[in-house]
């Protein structure tokens, strides 16, 4: 199994010393950090435990003045490794980074209590544990093996290989979404091959030949090479440390922060809804609308945050809050992030990401909105899918879970109970997906069923001979997404709420009211028809005759069939004539126009206008100045046309 472990702790104790000792490779890959003899970036390492456990190291920056850097790696670590050194003891960026180690959740800990060889008392490595036990005992940490180890000498590495080995065994494995994302931390050029970057997989894997995008700016690129580990792989697993050659991308679209995913996975986001905890120690409170540098993945922004639940945070306080950020960012639901004071620079608290794509700024001290986010943080799967579907309208299976952080077969257990119990419906796709299934939270089913009775029933009153309301009309007014507007339509008719006619929707037990006068209007018009059934009165005649509404309902019904702009027949002798011209052809014949003017003793005009229908209609095909079925014509494709 592949894991990624980070280092953390106090500059100059010794970090990437014990990674050069534990791994053979210094970790220091700048010229600068060498001169310096200190850490400035995030410096990478390889190692295989002795239970064959395969291991990544970053090694961080321990200086305050490189904090940034710092929490650049911390987000992918399975592990930690905080290194004090016996002969200082625990330091300030001790306590600051194995406060951001808490924030973040990373699952386990280490204490390496480094450069045992140089103390000559043997009681003050005593008094330094005590020390590290009382530091870590508020923390998730309280239990955290510490061990004594010499770089130098090679004193305790065994132990501490051995401890890391039991924690990382206690460490689930990652989670596998489908939803591949690989926060960036370094991008370069490498000869011969192209734009390279690095960063810890999550979510997903990623294989050779996937077409990917880099986000939040949108370029594209197809991954030509994957390396985990320092191995070439074809395909790279969630979880490891994983280095892309990435064809189609240049380095300078690519920036620390970043992230690389497959092109459906991920949308930018400038708003997220999260939970927020300060640190019992910070400096300062958390206060309603102040600006803060946001920490989360490889990225660091500044946000605006709007407090959900109060005015203001108080050291050791936790609350809900609404990150309003200045730049694009990708997150996931069940991210981590630390919130940090610019100047002057502090560690505040961190928290985690409910919403990652929050639509709309909530209104403040609104119980619904508290209780749906606090379902959204600790309820059970299946209550998380729920209030996912609440506002979101109909989705497929494998949407419903994005807004849960939920693996598929979550998905698909919390579904089927959300659909057994009647908190969610299941109804059929339409339109180019018939036969699929979306779901919608039972809540918005019944908004929508009685938002739909409103409008209809308003409309049939304001429009009573109409057949309905025009399908595009009602669309918009429903406000339904786009893509499930069929869905939706196809759900609320196999519901009784509603009823599909022809382009239009009318209520299911809509009946047109007609009245005295229309009824007997539409009576003579129809004896016009029974007069003339070959040669009858123009739609302009029909329409003076009946009006507008009266006419649209009938055609609309099928009383009356328009073949053209001006024509129209009623529908018993329009069915007879087509029918007739269908056998008369069915052998193979052909008819003219003339033809058809004879035989139904009607004029040249009304026979063209129908010819013309039935070609439009596909029954029949022009073939110069004859027609033929269509179907028969097609066996034949050599016939001239006209």
């Known amino acids: 199994m592949l894991r990624v472990v980070g280092t953390a702790g106090h500059v100059d104790h010794g970090k990437s010393t014990l990674v050069e000792a534990l791994t053979g490779t210094h970790p220091d890959r700048l010229r600068e950090e060498r001169e310096r003899e200190m850490t400035i970036d995030l410096g990478f390492a390889w190692m295989t435990l002795d239970d064959g456990t395969e291991v990544g190291i970053v090694d961080v920056p321990g200086h305050r003045d490189f904090i940034d850097n710092m929490l650049a790696g911390a987000g992918g670590f399975q592990a930690a490794m905080l290194v004090i050194a016996v002969d200082e003891g625990v330091m300030p ?106 960063g810890t997989l999550l979510d997903g894997s990623l294989s050779i030949g996937d077409e990917v995008v880099m986000q939040p700016g949108g370029e594209h690129g197809r991954i030509r090479g994957l390396q985990t580990h320092r191995r070439a792989v074809e395909r790279a697993a969630p979880g490891s440390r994983v280095a892309a050659n990435i064809a189609g991308l240049d380095v300078h679209q690519v920036g620390r922060g970043d992230v690389l995913s497959l092109p459906a996975g991920y949308e930018p986001t400038r708003r997220i809804d999260a939970y927020v905890r300060l640190l019992p120690d910070a400096p300062a409170s958390l206060r309603h609308g102040q600006s803060l540098k946001v920490h989360l993945g490889t990225a660091d922004v500044v946000a605006k945050i709007r407090l ?29 992030f ?54 979101a309208g109909p989705v497929r299976v494998e949407e419903a879970g994005k807004a849960a952080g939920l693996t598929p077969a979550q998905i698909a257990e919390a579904m089927a109970e959300l659909v057994s119990d009647g908190r969610v419906v299941e109804i059929a796709e339409g339109g180019d997906s018939a036969g699929e299934s979306v779901y919608v939270a039972a809540d918005w089913w019944r908004r929508v069923g009685g938002k739909a009775l409103k409008l209809l029933d308003a409309y049939h009153r304001e429009y009573p001979l109409r057949a309905g309301m025009p399908r595009e009309e009602f669309r918009s007014r429903l406000d339904v997404p786009t893509r499930r507007f069929e869905a939706v339509l196809s759900g609320l008719a196999t519901d009784g709420v509603l009823t599909p006619v022809g382009t239009r929707v ?74 007739e011209i269908a056998q008369a052809l069915a052998g193979g014949g052909s008819i003219t126009v003339a033809q058809v003017r004879d035989r139904f003793q009607t004029s040249r005009k009304f026979a063209l206008a129908l010819l013309e229908h039935l070609d439009a209609t596909g029954l029949t095909v022009r073939i110069g100045d004859e027609r033929r079925l269509k179907a028969v014509a097609n066996q034949n494709p050599g016939s001239p046309s006209g």
Do not use: N
């Open 338 to 391: 630390i919130l940090r004071r610019p100047t002057p620079p502090a560690t505040l608290g961190g928290g985690l990401v409910v919403a990652a794509l929050a639509e709309r700024a909530h209104r403040r001290r609104d119980a619904r909105v508290l209780s749906a986010l606090e379902q959204l943080r600790l309820g059970r799967p299946a209550d998380r899918v729920l209030v996912g579907l609440s506002e």
């Open 93 to 198: 960026q001790t306590r600051e980074h194995l406060a951001i180690l808490d924030l973040l959740e990373v699952p386990r800990l280490v204490v390496a209590l480094s450069k045992i060889d140089a103390l000559e008392d043997p009681e003050w490595a005593l008094l330094v544990e005590d020390d590290v036990r009382r530091l870590l005992a508020p923390t998730a940490y309280p239990a955290a093996p510490v061990v004594r180890v010499s770089a130098r000498t090679g004193e305790g590495l065994a132990a501490l290989c051995e401890s890391l080995a039991s924690e990382l065994r206690q460490v689930p494995g990652p989670r596998d979404l489908g939803r591949p994302r690989l926060p960036v931390d370094r991008a370069f050029v490498m000869s011969g091959f192209g734009t390279v970057v690095t």
């Open 308 to 336: 959900l639940d109060r005015d203001e945070i108080l050291p050791g306080e936790s609350g809900w809050a609404q990150l309003v950020l200045t730049k694009a960012v990708i997150a996931a639901e069940m991210d981590r």
């Open 506 to 579: 009318a209520r299911a037990d809509f009946e047109p009211r007609l009245s005295e006068d229309d009824t007997r209007r539409l009576a003579e018009l129809r004896r016009r028809f029974q007069d003339a059934p070959s040669s009858p009165p123009s739609i302009r005649d029909c329409r003076l005759a009946v009006g507008d509404e009266l006419w649209a309902l009938q055609t609309a019904r099928g009383v009356f069939v328009e073949v053209s702009e001006d024509v129209a027949f009623d529908s018993e002798t329009y069915r007879r004539i087509v029918d």
